[in-house]
């Protein structure tokens, strides 16, 4: 093995190396989802960042043979480390493609894991350990503790969406679900409400075409209800996978992610968001600045009086309604729906003659 194998190029120098390979480490700043091509190998791209290009980056394309074999980035602010990847152009955007007959690659975790040992947590068939590489690991999570990733904070709360176009939204995966066979609607939350939606119908249509309840096609289980957070709109998101198959199975639920280029639409006066073939994704730890906000924001919000009231009824809510009980503090409808005590009541109101009874 040569020299020039333990030489890892800086981004700003490898661009200029068209057709080439070169070696490459650099702080993961997102993904796109796996998914299958035209042909039989499956694929995704990793955009990564360095001192020398800390907004720009560049983007690796990876081929492999399965999904599994595909890089699972951990979190954003991990560490990517390439091996023998050539440079390509294609138009003006440069990139560097991953051949999976002579690449190689390792993941290893990233600023918030100054402390730990040098271990990858995924690694390629052709990838092999060097002591060499470790300096480079280091120099990388301490460049990364002092710089601040760009575009984390450019994205949209659920509360600001609008409709049409794309846009970036910073939230949690607290649920995905098969809703048909192939179609998958993701459950997503940020602690906010998203803005209130027209209602286009007429009154005496109601009865034979009501409006849907939610944009799934029957409930979600009772069980998976009851785990989901009583205040703030759980939006669902559809995953619009159009000719390809994409790795559904590896989003990971219960953690905070930053979706870029989705579509928000409203049907049918109900708000939902469309993951789209080309969004990408960047996982995000629990200590990041901009979830630890969020966090903090809805903890205050539901410690509030008025917090479980919809973010559009302030400056203050209206006193249209009086109740005999102005102290009683205000609950959701998830509230009622995830309570142990529900009960379930229902009249039939076809038979009018039971339900003139129920007046006697």
């Given at each position: 093995?040569?020299r020039?194998d333990?030489?890892f190029m800086?981004?700003v120098d490898a661009?200029?190396?068209?057709?080439?390979?070169?070696?490459l480490?650099g702080?993961?700043?997102?993904?796109?989802?796996?998914?299958?091509?035209?042909g039989?190998?499956?694929f995704c791209s990793?955009?990564i960042?360095?001192?020398s290009r800390?907004?720009?980056?560049?983007?690796?394309?990876f081929?492999?043979?399965?999904?599994?074999?595909?890089?699972?980035?951990g979190s954003?602010?991990?560490i990517?480390m390439?091996?023998?990847?050539?440079v390509?152009?294609?138009?003006s955007?440069v990139?560097?493609?991953?051949?999976k007959?002579?690449?190689?690659?390792?993941l290893?975790?990233g600023?918030?894991?100054s402390?730990?040992?040098l271990?990858p947590?995924?690694i390629?068939?052709?990838?092999k350990?060097?002591?060499?590489?470790?300096?480079?690991?280091m120099?990388?999570?301490?460049?990364s503790?002092q710089h601040?990733i760009e575009?984390?904070?450019?994205?949209l709360?659920?509360?600001e969406?609008k409709e049409?176009g794309?846009?970036?939204?910073?939230?949690?995966i607290?649920?995905i679900?098969?809703?048909k066979?192939?179609?998958?609607?993701?459950?997503?939350?940020?602690?906010?409400?998203?803005?209130?939606?027209?209602v286009?119908?007429?009154?005496e249509d109601?009865?034979?075409?009501p409006l849907?309840l939610?944009?799934?096609?029957s409930?979600?289980?009772?069980?998976?209800?009851?785990?989901l957070p009583?205040?703030?709109t759980i939006?669902?998101?559809i995953?619009?996978?159009?000719?390809?198959k994409?790795?559904?199975?590896?989003l990971?639920?219960?953690?905070?992610v930053?979706?870029i280029?989705?579509?928000?639409?409203?049907?049918?006066?109900l708000?939902?968001a469309?993951?789209?073939?080309?969004s990408?994704?960047?996982?995000?730890?629990?200590?990041?600045?901009?979830?630890i906000?969020r966090q903090?924001?809805?903890?205050e919000r539901?410690q509030s009086?008025w917090g479980?009231m919809p973010f559009?009824?302030f400056p203050?809510?209206?006193?249209?309604?009086?109740?005999e009980h102005?102290?009683?503090?205000f609950?959701?409808l998830?509230?009622i729906?995830s309570?142990?005590?529900?009960i379930?009541l229902?009249?039939?109101?076809?038979?009018?003659?039971s339900l003139?009874?129920?007046y006697e």
């Amino acid at each position: 093995m040569g020299r020039e194998d333990y030489k890892f190029m800086q981004l700003v120098d490898a661009i200029a190396c068209i057709n080439q390979r070169v070696n490459l480490i650099g702080i993961v700043v997102e993904t796109s989802l796996p998914k299958s091509t035209k042909g039989t190998d499956y694929f995704c791209s990793v955009k990564i960042i360095d001192e020398s290009r800390p907004s720009l980056g560049i983007y690796i394309n990876f081929f492999a043979e399965t999904m599994e074999k595909l890089p699972h980035v951990g979190s954003v602010g991990d560490i990517i480390m390439v091996s023998h990847v050539v440079v390509k152009i294609r138009g003006s955007e440069v990139y560097a493609l991953f051949n999976k007959a002579f690449s190689s690659f390792a993941l290893f975790e990233g600023r918030d894991h100054s402390g730990k040992e040098l271990v990858p947590y995924q690694i390629s068939s052709r990838y092999k350990a060097r002591d060499q590489d470790k300096n480079f690991i280091m120099g990388l999570r301490k460049w990364s503790m002092q710089h601040k990733i760009e575009g984390l904070n450019e994205s949209l709360q659920l509360r600001e969406i609008k409709e049409g176009g794309h846009l970036n939204l910073l939230c949690k995966i607290l649920h995905i679900s098969e809703v048909k066979e192939n179609d998958w609607m993701l459950f997503v939350w940020d602690g906010t409400d998203t803005p209130p939606a027209f209602v286009e119908a007429k009154l005496e249509d109601e009865m034979e075409n009501p409006l849907p309840l939610q944009v799934e096609p029957s409930p979600v289980s009772r069980d998976v209800l009851c785990t989901l957070p009583p205040v703030g709109t759980i939006l669902r998101m559809i995953v619009d996978q159009g000719n390809e198959k994409i790795g559904i199975k590896f989003l990971k639920t219960n953690k905070w992610v930053k979706l870029i280029n989705v579509k928000c639409e409203v049907h049918a006066a109900l708000w939902h968001a469309v993951l789209m073939p080309f969004s990408k994704l960047c996982y995000l730890p629990d200590d990041d600045h901009s979830v630890i906000e969020r966090q903090r924001s809805y903890n205050e919000r539901i410690q509030s009086k008025w917090g479980r009231m919809p973010f559009t009824s302030f400056p203050w809510p209206s006193h249209i309604t009086e109740t005999e009980h102005p102290d009683v503090p205000f609950v959701t409808l998830m509230n009622i729906l995830s309570h142990p005590y529900l009960i379930h009541l229902s009249i039939s109101f076809m038979e009018h003659e039971s339900l003139c009874d129920i007046y006697e």
